[in-house]
DNA sequence: TTTGTCCAATTGTCCTGACAAAAAATCTGT
DNA sequence: ACAGATTTTTTGTCAGGACAATTGGACAAA
């Protein structure tokens, strides 16, 4: 049943030609036009007909399958899994998450401070001695409405940051463009009930539930670079992941 | 600063040249013998070294970089992020996570049916007209406290359930046992206070913190296989998670 | 009908080789 | 001593080929 697909492929891109590849063959498993169970032309077919080698359809599909959008077997063939596949919790900050989808997102910051970092902060951004922290705490609201209620720790050595930037921008977007290039992030989501503070700051009722997410950020040096315990109104956000089994 | 990291490789073993040698790279930063920081040998030397192709080695590394264990940069070479990596949250049961950390599990089942699918689950898991869903809620308990409620759908039309074999087995064991190979999951997770019901049997408070779970799971040949509805208690339950940029 | 065997299709693994691109280290001219 | 250019090191991309392993179907035998 091997579909035709057409994808364009051009060589003098700067974008590789597996990621064109797999771009093209997400795109029409995204758009539906290789719909779900859908079984892709053997892997040898494609790339003669593209005119690339065999490796590097391969490595196409080979990220594709990592993203949860195809499923391959051996003897059988490629299959698309499904149309509707959630990104895989990506390495984002809300700020991101809110913007894609199309809400207002603002921020008010609530307290900011420059300090020595306390033992604990020290021990889970492994800071050297002399590096110092900006600690600060944010309100961020979706269109108005008040969403999550943000403490963050950043290592001061990296970039510097001040109540104007931090009201302006989302943390992420200001570190990014100080050059920081995030790899990697610890990340732990459990529950927890508003107490009297955040549930005037968030405005909820007491006892409501929250959800609770703490994270450990690392860049692509090894640096730690910045960590946070978050609460969102659980009546208004929850994680969504796609799950894949390697 | 390479190290030299002695590796064996088993040529006649059935289990593929890259896999072995991710293996043994992983093992010497579990082990400590590769600490967070230290850079590798280049991938030339040591694919010479192992008498292996460069490929056979990038490939060993593209593992453990997606598991968030390494990181390479152009130019510079491939360092080790990190040690205490926790696997990539896994498509695994509460059981299984339990029974790794040494806990004992105990499961009781609180209710089940053999019924035709309600419209939203039959939605959920995509299911024929034709086919029916087991519907059964389990309340799991670790080292004798409860620690879990968990309302489950799953397709009739794969593997026979009664009441015997889930009070004795995991739910995903007992699939795995029928030939399911899962791939992938579609998971959300928020929160939410304790209702009477719930705050009884999990032997807690009524508005104390539950932490939510939704999954809709599937198999290698692309049917949902199984969906439910978990909540854990917050201060007993915590979802963790390494994210990798990719 | 059922069981077993073989064959074709398809992905999985592994190899060799080549050049490009980025980063770091070194050299050079002032 | 410094700035800029050059070289070296290292990973990134791509090609082509070979054989192995698994699956599913067709066919033959019981």
Redesign the pocket.
């Known amino acids: 049943m091997?579909t035709p697909l057409s994808i364009k492929i051009d060589?003098s891109s700067?974008?590789?030609?597996?990621?064109?590849v797999a771009q093209g063959i997400e795109g029409a498993i995204r758009d539906g036009s290789l719909a779900s169970g859908t079984?892709?032309?053997?892997?040898?077919?494609l790339?003669q007909r593209l005119?690339?080698?065999?490796?590097?359809?391969?490595?196409a599909?080979?990220d594709l399958?990592q993203s949860g959008l195809l499923v391959?077997?051996?003897?059988?063939?490629?299959q698309v899994v499904s149309s509707q596949i959630r990104r895989h919790l990506e390495l984002s900050s809300l700020n991101d998450d809110l913007e894609r989808a199309g809400k207002k997102p603002s921020t008010s910051l609530l307290s900011f401070e420059h300090i020595p970092a306390p033992t604990e902060i020290q021990e889970l951004l492994s800071l050297p001695k002399d590096v110092s922290v900006y600690h600060f705490t944010r309100l961020r609201s979706a269109s108005g409405s008040p969403l999550a209620l943000m403490e963050n720790w950043v290592r001061d050595d990296i970039v510097e940051l001040d109540e104007k930037s931090l009201q302006a921008h989302g943390l992420y977007e200001l570190l990014r463009e100080a050059g920081v290039n995030f790899r990697l992030a610890q990340q732990r989501i459990g529950a927890t009930t508003a107490d009297d503070i955040q549930a005037k700051a968030l405005d909820t009722a007491a006892g409501s539930a929250l959800v609770t997410m703490q994270r450990t950020a690392v860049d692509d040096t090894g640096r730690n670079v910045e960590t946070g315990a978050h609460v969102y109104r659980a009546d208004a956000y929850s994680f969504e992941m796609t799950l894949v089994q390697r």
Do not use: C, F
């Open positions: 091997s060589r700067p974008i590789p030609l597996y990621h064109q079984r892709l032309e053997n892997e040898i077919e790339a005119r690339l080698s065999r490796p590097t359809i391969r490595k599909m080979d399958v391959r077997k051996r003897g059988v063939g490629t």
